[in-house]
């Protein structure tokens, strides 16, 4: 079902008459219980999108409904029943401890004094469960670590209870473990809660893996909205990210660089150990070929070429610039 | 509210009365504290004693009170706004603009009518139109900038520029003038008789009124405006309100005792400290308690035997090294 709809929604920026056209004519749909991930290049608006989404930011022209209304139309107070917000803005709280934090996603329930009720208590302790930081709940936010803090932040998104989550770069300036923890987390909520959860994020590998549904932003062309695997299909990510040093590698929803290729050799052998030998001539500058001169076996624990055995990397790369003929002229 | 800080609010209220206490009965005539007692629930107390402390202690130690508190709370809602630990009504201007309001009474006082001069009311609504029109500038510049921090540079350029306006006005006064300008900018709490306590107390109540009707979305703004707003506060009226309580209490209160540095800036910081809290809830009576505290601790120290030193030079031995201390805990 779908809970928030762009129609022909222009973004940008417009001051002193003068308009900057982000991105034009959006028709998005956001739909309850998905994680959509929003991936683009830098500069082509998925900041900008998020905040004319979640209503910090005016749009150029075109609407944005939620439940059939209209933002435009309802109040700051409304909205902050409707959508919560996990932004890239640092939180530094002097002397606030992880529940005064989560907290504070209660504010839109609570009256002027903010006196805070048995259910606000038990959403914010269902939501310091939620994201497993309750054994910290009255840690200073200072003492925590920055993955902690993105999900105290989570959890403070959880306890405002609404139908929308947003959040912009989740998982920038963490490190792997906890980008792939987070990512994870808010999978599961959006499927657990039934909540729309839409994040941006420049990690496209995890966002393959854990997004319900992509949202694909190229400059100046749009967004492509779809599953993942359909569009890994249809080329969409080559497109986008189009360029001359990488392309985007279909075979493992990675990156690739576009090595300048200098040698030929032929590889066969060993499965795993193949894919790391493959990425090794692939940096060292040899194109696996069918039939090349120099043959490479790759064995259990090695390498053999012409019944030499190597037994590591290094070797197999020294050994093989002296066997391959490789054109060293300047410029290439 | 955890018990440890019922135990902190009971303290401090016991000092501040104690304060109060202190503060009636100290000075060049020391008066018993059974003598207040007595004066104040009419039991046959003496002449002298009973208008010493009735027209001249007791509204000088309220002023320092209501001065204390009103601008340790003004000081608190800017740090919240700017989210910037050394913020404080006079960086934006209130003091120095409130200044040039009184500058001009006193030193072009040749071009106004004697008889609103004498009153001296002059110069209380004066310091208060000066005030509210640098904060007016600062609000109307507000709603244009979206970054605290500009703002907070817009409201020290207009604070400067009210400033340089005094000096133009101090090269073409009379030393006569001058003299009774400058001991005005060294600040006093007996100033404030009972006639102008009337306009004083409405005032501060307000401000402080409005500052309790603030306290959850002044703990909204702690997270940044982009978090508040999502959190369903109006930024662009909050911050209006902070800015004009805010004008109420430190315009109000400069206007009647001269600016009085550094308590605005150093009371919240101790407030936290004592209290271990962000919660305004908490916070705002603690710095009224604290705030009311300090001042009352200065006007006890500013009644040396034969001298009486200025309240802003004392506040200033208080506030100077809270403020080197926030600086050097914050590197």
């Known amino acids: 079902m779908s809970i928030l709809s762009t129609q022909n929604l222009t973004i940008g920026y417009s001051k002193k008459g003068k308009t900057d056209v982000v991105q034009s004519d959006l028709n998005l749909e956001l739909r309850a219980g998905e994680l959509v991930c929003l991936i683009g290049p830098n500069g082509s608006g998925k900041s900008t999108l998020l905040r004319t989404l979640v209503g910090l930011q005016k749009s150029l022209s075109g609407k944005t409904a939620i439940d059939g209304k209209n933002i435009a139309g309802i109040s700051q107070h409304e909205k902050a029943l409707l959508i919560s917000l996990v932004l890239t803005d640092r939180v530094d709280v002097e002397n606030a401890t992880v529940k005064d934090i989560v907290s504070f996603g209660r504010h839109p329930y609570s009256n002027w004094w903010g006196n805070s009720t048995e259910e606000d208590d038990k959403q914010v302790s269902e939501a310091l469960e939620m994201v497993h930081i309750q054994k910290k709940a009255n840690h200073y936010l200072n003492e925590l670590s920055d993955g902690e803090r993105q999900r105290v932040m989570i959890a403070k998104a959880l306890a405002q209870d609404t139908p929308i989550i947003m959040l912009d770069e989740p998982t920038a300036h963490l490190d792997l473990p906890n980008r792939v923890e987070i990512m994870l987390l808010l999978h599961k909520l959006a499927h657990k809660t039934q909540k729309a959860i839409l ?3 420049h990690e496209l590998d995890l966002a393959l893996q854990a997004a319900d549904r992509i949202w694909l932003m190229g400059t100046d062309a749009g967004v492509e909205c779809g599953v993942p695997e359909d569009m890994v299909f249809n080329g969409s990510f080559n497109r986008t990210f189009e360029s001359r040093s990488y392309f985007f590698n279909a075979a493992n929803g990675n990156f690739s660089m576009n090595y300048p290729m200098t040698g030929k050799v032929s590889v066969s052998g060993n499965k795993t150990r193949l894919y790391w030998t493959l990425r090794a001539l692939a940096r060292a500058g040899f194109e696996v070929v069918e039939n090349a001169d120099v043959r490479i076996l790759v064995t259990e624990n090695g390498w053999q070429i012409d019944n030499k055995t190597i ?3 290094e070797e197999l790369l020294l050994d093989l610039t002296q066997l391959v003929m490789i054109d060293t002229t300047p410029g290439i | 509210m955890k018990s440890r800080h019922v135990i902190i609010f009971l303290s401090l209220s016991f000092l501040t009365l104690g304060l109060f206490l202190a ?8 008066v018993s504290v059974r003598e207040i007692f007595s004066v104040f629930f009419g039991k046959g107390a003496d002449a002298i004693n009973s208008e010493i402390l009735l027209n001249f202690r007791l509204p000088k130690a309220i002023t320092a009170i209501l001065a204390g508190s009103s601008l340790s709370v003004a000081g608190l809602m800017m740090q919240t706004l700017f989210r910037n630990p050394l913020a404080d009504p006079f960086i934006l201007g209130v003091s120095s603009g409130a200044s040039l309001g009184v500058a001009i009474v006193m030193m072009a006082a040749t071009l106004l009518p004697v008889a609103f001069i004498s009153s001296g009311w002059a110069l209380i609504v004066a310091a208060i139109i000066g005030a509210s029109i640098v904060l007016l500038l600062v609000v109307g510049v507000s709603f244009k900038v979206n970054n605290a921090v500009t703002l907070l540079i817009v409201g020290i350029m207009f604070g400067s520029i009210a400033g340089s306006l005094v000096s133009v006005l101090q ?14 900018t060294f600040g006093s709490l007996s100033a404030v008789t009972w006639n102008y306590m009337q306009v004083l107390l409405p005032v501060v109540l307000i401000g402080i009124g409005m500052a309790f009707f603030l306290q959850k979305r002044l703990d909204g703004l702690l997270l940044g405006e982009n978090y508040a707003r999502g959190l369903g506060i109006s930024i662009q009226q909050t911050r209006f309100l902070i800015v004009i309580a805010s004008g109420l209490l430190a315009g109000g209160i400069t206007a009647f005792t001269g600016p009085i540095a550094f308590v605005g800036v150093a009371i919240p910081h101790i407030a936290r400290g004592l209290f271990r809290t962000s919660s305004h809830k908490i916070l705002l009576p603690a710095t009224v308690l604290c705030g009311a505290s300090l001042l009352l601790i200065c006007d006890i120290i500013t009644q040396i035997p034969t001298y ?14 809270i403020i080197i201390w926030i600086i050097l805990k914050r590197k």
Do not use: Q
């Open chain 1, 311 to 313: 037994s590591s990397v």
């Open chain 2, 308 to 321: 009486t030193l200025p309240i802003n030079t004392v506040s200033a031995l208080f506030g100077a090294p």
């Open chain 1, 199 to 201: 994040l941006s994020t």
């Open chain 2, 171 to 184: 090269n073409f006064s009379n030393p006569d003038a001058i003299k009774l300008f400058v001991m005005w």
């Open chain 2, 23 to 30: 503060d009636l009965a100290w000075g060049s005539i020391p």
